[in-house]
């Protein structure tokens, strides 16, 4: 049965009442799906019961692409030298038109017995209890003052019918509902090492990049030397987590401190390590309390007289009494992706990351994925898995198998 479904999504055959007639009359699918010419073919209604209790229950998915992410290791085909993370989105199977703000939602009793609703409830009564345990263990910051907390906001529309999905405009498409496919590849011969569904918000994203790898270096001992992503994953945070991993990030760096009406930037003015100070042009050092705001940056501020008195202060601080620079808790690792952007290296990673986009482009090219049929994340999984087993076997079909010397010399 996991066989024709490999057929379905291989072939773009979304329709599972279809595949199952083109297995029945197609002798190489017959073939591939080890069924004998007078063998019965499962019927199309047997696949969703076995994905929601069986498949799903096992993670027999997950399993298979693990098993051929090790074959494609042990054929050579993965070097593990460099890797590319990127996200794609993919339509949820939700009209645009019926979203609702969160708010005018009342679950009915109908509603609730859906997977999807019921999925969707279920993940926000265990964040819920999440926070409530984090706050009963919070302790606060060094100064006994509490520690921000990454609440996030509440989307503006819910889709009824696949709550999980996420209301998004990305991509210059039309606004839909839709989740994220995050792969992970490595570069060499663009095999997808990992892959998760989000929802289609880039901040769930960047932290599935986190989660993959993470259980890359766990599941198959993969550490890259380097990883290659856009500027969405350019953010201190990522960069920090990245750099600590001992992996050179190749990341254009989120950096919004540039300045367009002719002032000064941050980048004009020097940071002393060692004092923790930053330099003006004027030779004037700007201090801090280090205290760490609720954006995860220490402000740096100079002294009001020295801007009153200073002949530069039209071209840096025109408006303020004083200059003020912001400084993320993560800029090493921020100024580090920054030295890397200046190599011939980064010039070409930036080349390869383009492989991981390909994936994006095959697989909706190819493959006619640019629609899920399944709803909640979990059913987003389900397909993601699939179309990710696909492509790597694909790619082991193209790489690995040659034809006969014989006919290789005609």
């Known amino acids: 049965m996991i066989r024709m479904l490999l057929v379905g999504y291989c072939y773009g055959i979304r329709s599972e009442r279809r595949l199952c007639e083109e ?6 699918y017959r073939w591939f799906c080890k069924l004998d010419l007078d063998d019965k073919v499962p019927h199309h209604s047997t696949f969703s ?32 030298e460099g890797f590319a993370v990127d996200a794609s989105v993919i339509e949820a199977n939700a009209s645009r038109y019926h979203g609702k703000a969160p708010d005018e939602l009342d679950w009915t009793d109908a509603q609730r017995q859906r997977r999807a609703v019921a999925e969707y409830l279920t993940a926000l009564d265990t964040e819920a209890r999440a926070e409530a345990e984090r706050d009963g263990n919070a302790s606060g910051g060094s100064d006994g003052t509490p520690e921000p907390k990454p609440d996030r906001k509440q989307p503006k529309v819910i889709s009824p019918s696949d709550p999980q999905s996420a209301w998004t405009a ?60 856009d500027t969405a994953y350019g953010t201190g945070k990522f ?11 190749h990341i254009p760096v989120w950096d919004k401190s540039e300045r367009q009406d002719g002032t000064f930037s941050r980048s004009d003015f020097v940071f002393d390590k060692k004092r923790n100070v930053y330099i003006c042009p004027a030779g004037k050092t700007l201090t801090t309390s280090g205290h760490v705001s609720t954006d995860h940056a220490i402000r740096y501020f100079a002294s009001v007289p020295n801007c009153r008195a200073c002949a530069l202060k039209p071209k840096c601080c025109p408006n303020m009494p004083a200059r003020r620079i912001v400084r993320d808790i993560n800029e090493d690792a921020r100024d580090l992706a920054r030295r890397k952007m200046k190599t011939k290296a980064f010039l070409k990673s930036r080349d390869q990351r383009k492989r991981v986009e390909m994936r994006f482009a095959h697989l909706k090219t190819h493959h006619h994925f640019e629609r899920l049929r399944l709803r909640g994340l979990s059913g987003a999984r389900d397909e993601f898995h699939l179309a990710a087993i696909v492509q790597n076997l694909k ?16």
């Open 239 to 249: 960069l920090a987590f990245v750099a600590a991993a001992g992996i050179t990030p």
């Open 395 to 410: 790619t082991m079909a193209l790489r690995l198998l040659r034809p006969p010397p014989e006919l290789a010399r005609v």
């Open 170 to 229: 990305k991509a210059n498409k039309r606004v839909q509902f839709g989740y994220g496919l995050n792969y992970l590849v490595d570069v060499e011969h663009a095999v997808i090492v990992d892959v998760e569904a989000t929802p289609a918000r880039t901040s769930d994203e960047v932290a599935a990049g986190k989660t993959m790898m993470a259980r890359t270096e766990r599941q198959f001992d993969l550490k890259p030397k380097w990883l290659a992503a």
């Open 23 to 28: 297995v029945k009359l197609h002798l190489a």
């Open 49 to 80: 019961v076995n994905r929601l209790d069986r498949f799903r229950e096992s993670d027999i998915l997950r399993y298979i692409f693990g098993r051929v992410v090790a074959a494609c290791m042990a054929a050579g085909l993965v070097k593990g």
